[in-house]
């Protein structure tokens, strides 16, 4: 099996060339009309050379776009068989080779990676069953479970139209709009001390949705899937992550290289929740819902594996740049649940990866399925195609040749979610009474009351966060918090009043 994931394509003489192979005498003498005189069209190297510079740039993720990453391995520890018929779990100690990558959402690709804001955390196992990829963030829970409000949440976060800047005010406008406000459980944990992670190698990845994982006899569970780090997770304060910011905006980037660079392999734990059906019946909320956890006490962690980071890229752009995730991209036995956020995703991130890449970005090395390999005759030709094309194969599934299905003995699930009723539109917003306030509150006061100082600063962010707004946004964000609890409303306020102080002074 060849692994050509990490590889770098230097030429062993280290004869230089143009793109065209032809070698290069003098790379910087140009063809002229005597030695002053003007350039010559003739001078195709030249040309050349401008020309694939005025290309470097593709288009960055949107959103996602400042990321690191590494390659690895997972190890299975744990027999979960019962749960999974993935091939990756089939035996205690299988290791599948793997790539993540971690991210920051909101800013730019070259903004700060200590920034207030999600972390993503997505890795790509480069299985026999093809590719499996876990699209995961740093964070359980997420903002939305209206997959049409994306678009309008993520603007928010990024700079106003007219101004060209970050702007408070569309930040907590969105947020603390009534029907939005599903959203607070999220920015919770957004503002508190694990909204600016000190390193990547120092926090945890969730898968957040619920998923449907299934077992070689046909039964099914939901699942959620928990990465936890080995180092311990650990913070920065919103003082140095903003310090952080200014001195280096690489500054997760170069943790992660450095601690591989230095044999420090960074490593978590990955277990996982499960539910059955009837389980899910029972909840307080609908098991498709984004915005809740699943009480640890009911559904206990079960550990499946370990996950280790041992090999930086020996490129950047070949192998993390031009890396795709999708949460499509899955294996037998793992699919996607009916979470309408993640039924979305489904179709965001390959649409992405078309127009980002090129619609054969499948092809790229860091992407191609090595372990497994594609043969799918149907899907051919297509700007850069570049692994032979499937020669003179048929390009369609001809009768004259035998072809080999290999998941068709797979037992079927026979029992099965059912679903029915009208096709209707609806706004899964904000839920009248207090359900969706519910855990964000438990979050304050049983969890953060636990860690010394920590409501403390959580007030302290968001002061300091909502201080640059319009007073009458200030006062919708303390409403929203005076329904999670009142002292923290009460807080926000004065560490809102301090910092305009602040601001007033510059
Ligand atoms: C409707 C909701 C969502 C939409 C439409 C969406 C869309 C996207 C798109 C278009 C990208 C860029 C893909 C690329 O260019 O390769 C992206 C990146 C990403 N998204 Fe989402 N997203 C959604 C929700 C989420 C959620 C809920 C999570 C986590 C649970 C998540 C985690 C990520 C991560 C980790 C990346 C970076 C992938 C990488 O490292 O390349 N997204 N998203």
Redesign the pocket.
């Known amino acids: 099996m060849n692994d050509n994931t990490n590889t770098s394509d230097v030429r062993g003489d280290r004869v230089v060339t143009n793109a065209q192979g032809n070698p290069l005498n003098d790379p910087f003498a140009t063809q002229r009309v005597g030695q002053h005189g003007p350039l010559l069209m003739q001078d195709a190297n030249l040309i050349e050379l401008l020309a694939h510079f005025n290309r470097e740039n593709i ?6 776009a400042h ?1 690191s ?1 590494a390659f690895g391995y997972f190890e299975v520890t744990d027999d979960i068989t019962d749960i999974c018929g993935s091939a990756m779990f089939s035996k205690i100690g299988k290791r599948t080779r793997c790539l993540t ?3 920051t ?1 909101g800013g730019e690709k070259g903004s700060a990676d200590t920034a207030r804001d ?5 890795t790509k196992f480069y299985t026999e069953e093809g590719n499996l990829d876990w ?3 740093n ?1 359980p829970v ?1 903002f ?1 479970r209206d ?5 309008h949440f ?1 603007h928010t976060q990024r700079r106003n139209p007219e101004t060209h800047m970050k702007d408070a005010n569309m930040f907590w406008d969105f947020l603390t709009t009534p029907e939005n406000q599903v959203a607070i459980h999220q920015v919770m944990i957004l503002f508190s001390d694990r909204g600016t992670p000190a390193s990547y190698r120092t926090m945890n990845g ?4 619920t998923y449907k994982w299934s077992n070689k006899k046909g039964e099914w569970h939901y699942v959620q899937v928990h990465i936890e780090s080995d180092q311990g997770v650990k913070n920065l304060t919103n003082e140095e992550a903003i310090k952080m910011a200014g001195e280096n905006p690489d500054y997760c980037q170069k943790d992660l290289f450095e601690a591989i660079q230095k044999k420090k392999f960074p490593s978590w734990t990955v277990s996982i929740q499960t539910m059955t059906e009837e389980d899910a019946k029972k909840l307080p909320f609908s098991v498709f819902d ?1 915005t809740k956890v699943w009480p640890h006490k009911q559904f206990p962690l079960r550990r499946v594996g370990r996950l280790v980071l041992n090999e930086n890229p020996l490129n950047y752009f070949a192998q993390i740049e031009q ?5 499509s991209t899955t294996v037998p036995y793992q699919e996607p649940s009916a979470d309408p ?2 039924q ?2 489904l ?3 390959p ?3 078309r ?3 090129g619609p054969n970005y499948h092809q790229i090395p860091v992407n191609c399925p090595y372990a497994s390999k594609v043969f799918n005759p149907a899907m051919r030709d297509g700007p850069m195609n570049v692994d032979g094309n499937l020669g003179s194969e048929p390009n369609y599934l001809a009768t004259k040749n035998p072809y080999n299905f290999s998941q068709s003995s797979r037992p079927i699930q026979q029992h099965q979610e059912v679903w029915n009723g009208p096709a209707v539109p609806f706004h899964w917003a904000t839920s009248p009474g207090d359900i969706d306030f519910v855990q964000a509150r438990d979050l304050y006061q049983k969890v953060l009351s636990q860690q010394p100082g920590a409501q403390d600063r959580l007030a302290h962010n968001i002061g300091f966060h909502i201080a640059s707004s319009q007073p009458e946004i200030q006062k919708r964000v303390l409403d929203m918090f005076a329904r999670v609890d009142k002292k923290l409303a009460n807080n926000i306020f004065k560490e809102c009043e301090l910092r305009k102080k602040e601001l007033c002074r510059f």
């Open positions: 288009v960055e993720r949107l959103p996602h990321g990453g990558r971690f991210s959402v999600p972390r993503g955390f997505s699209v995961y963030n964070t997420f939305i997959p049409a409000k994306f678009p993520i969730y898968s957040g949705h984004l890396a795709a995730f999708s949460p956020v993640l979305a995703r179709f965001a991130y649409d992405a990866q127009y980002r890449l």
